[in-house]
Structures are given as structure tokens and as C-alpha cells.
């Protein structure tokens, strides 16, 4: 299994400032193939399911602000939120798909504000 | 805009099977993979397994003697069936569509609301 570590488990940032979560995989994520990174990130919200933010480490979904963005490769990938607003506020998965055998998912990391 | 639907008894007994199914709506269960992925109150995401429309399937290893996944693309659906579950069991289960490309699965786009299955006698 491809295992994914989150850090940290929980963070609190004040409004207006920068959030980053660090998710490391235990093998590289990198296909040869075609040079993507099989990484996404996902927000969950109290009482909600998942919700897809960033796709390939770095390709924004459609309608996800630009305050968010995804970035590495290999087996170290951030996700970087510019100016946390409060609706912000949950915890945040990375999900590897680069070996489906199992899908695995990192613990998960808690944002709250400051 | 597709929409996920889980349905299913909220209460499964010790030793039993739990079954659960998801309706697809806004869209056709052709062409794509689907996944059925659980997390237990408070805790993490774990992904069960998933299928084709074609009815080809995959499944975690560590659930893999317990867990059946099947399709029905005639009522866009696909179905969860969990067997001899103890309380460890007790989740919400999720629904979710995956982008696929080349027969490759990707992400999850598109999740169901979820629904709590409680193992209880």
C-alpha cells in the first residue's frame, strides 16, 4: 500500500493569512508515463462529503477559488490556502490513485481559525 | 449536474450483511468507475472498492473476503454488500464517481451525501 502522511494533524491560522498542509506519500506518486503526479486533495466540511479541490497535484477544480492551489511532485505535495477565509474551516485529505490497490488517503488535517 | 443517492437500512446486527446502494442521477453510469469509500465516526477515509459499468470490480485488500460490488446500468445503480460486519463496521458510506482515462481510474468528482450505517444488536 501506498501510504500518505499529512502534517499536521491540526492547524489554526487567522483570516486573511496563509494555510499550507503538507501530505508525503511512501513511493513516488510520479507516473513515467505521462509526467503527472496521481494526487488530489480533497475538503470536507462538518456533516458534508468530500469535496474535490485539486486534481494531478496542482489542477484547480472548476469553481474552487484561487486561494487554493496544490503543488509538488514525487512523494511531497502541499496545499496552500493564500487568505484563509472562514468558510475554509475543515479538514483536508490528499488522496494518492497512482496505485489503485488500495486508493489510500492521508489522515486527514483539521483547519480552524485562529 | 450529476447527483449521488446511498440508500439502505441504517441499522445492520452484529454478524450480518449490510447492504447499500447508490443512485445515479444527472447523468449515465456508463463509461465511468464507481467507488464506494467509509469513515468511521470522527475518523478517517477508507475506500472499499469500486466497479465499472461494465461490471468489472477491484476491491481493498483488507475488506476484500467480505465486500461485493455490483451494477445495475439498466436503473443506474451500483450496490454495496458488506458481510459478517462487527461494530468496527459502523460508518458513514459514501458513493463517489471517478474520472478514469485509458482504463486508468483518477479521482473522485463526484460524491453522494453519505449515509450512516450503525452495527448494533
Known amino acids: ?24 506519500s511512501s513511493q ?22 468530500p469535496k474535490l479541490l485539486v486534481y494531478w497535484a496542482s489542477t484547480r477544480e472548476s469553481g474552487v477559488p484561487d486561494r487554493f492551489s496544490g503543488s509538488g511532485s514525487g512523494t511531497d ?11 475554509d474551516v475543515a479538514v483536508y485529505y490528499c488522496q494518492q490513485y497512482y496505485s489503485i490497490l488500495p486508493i489510500t488517503f492521508g489522515q486527514g488535517t483539521r483547519l480552524e481559525i485562529k | ?21 447508490c443512485t445515479v442521477s444527472g447523468g449515465s453510469i456508463n463509461n465511468y468507475y464507481w467507488s464506494w469509500i467509509r469513515q468511521p465516526p470522527g475518523k478517517g477515509l477508507e475506500w472499499i472498492g469500486y466497479i465499472y459499468y461494465s ?4 476491491y481493498n485488500p483488507s475488506l476484500r473476503s467480505r465486500v461485493t460490488v455490483s451494477v445495475d446500468t439498466s436503473k443506474n445503480q451500483f450496490s454495496l454488500k458488506l458481510s459478517s460486519v462487527t461494530a468496527a463496521d459502523t460508518a458513514v ?29
Not at chain 1, 513516488?28 to 462529503?49: A, D, F, H, I, T
Not at chain 1, 505535495?77 to 468558510?87: C, D, G, H, M, V
Not at chain 2, 453522494?112 to 450503525?118: A, D, F, I
Open chain 1, 77 to 87: 505535495f502541499t496545499l496552500t490556502i493564500s487568505s484563509l477565509q472562514a468558510e
Open chain 2, 1 to 21: 449536474q450529476v447527483q449521488l443517492q446511498e440508500s439502505g437500512p441504517g441499522l445492520v446486527k452484529p454478524s450480518e450483511t449490510l447492504s447499500l446502494t
Open chain 2, 55 to 58: 461490471g468489472t470490480t477491484n
Open chain 2, 93 to 121: 458510506y459514501y458513493c463517489a464517481r471517478h474520472l478514469s482515462g485509458d482504463s486508468i481510474i483518477y479521482y473522485l468528482d463526484y460524491w453522494g451525501q453519505g449515509t450512516l450505517v450503525t452495527v448494533s444488536s
Open chain 1, 1 to 24: 500500500d501506498i501510504v500518505m502522511t499529512q502534517s499536521p494533524d491540526s492547524l489554526a491560522v487567522s483570516l486573511g493569512e496563509r494555510a499550507t498542509i503538507n501530505c508525503k
Open chain 1, 28 to 49: 513516488s506518486v510520479l507516473s513515467g508515463r505521462n509526467n503527472k503526479n496521481y494526487l488530489s486533495w480533497y475538503q470536507q466540511k462538518p456533516g458534508q462529503p
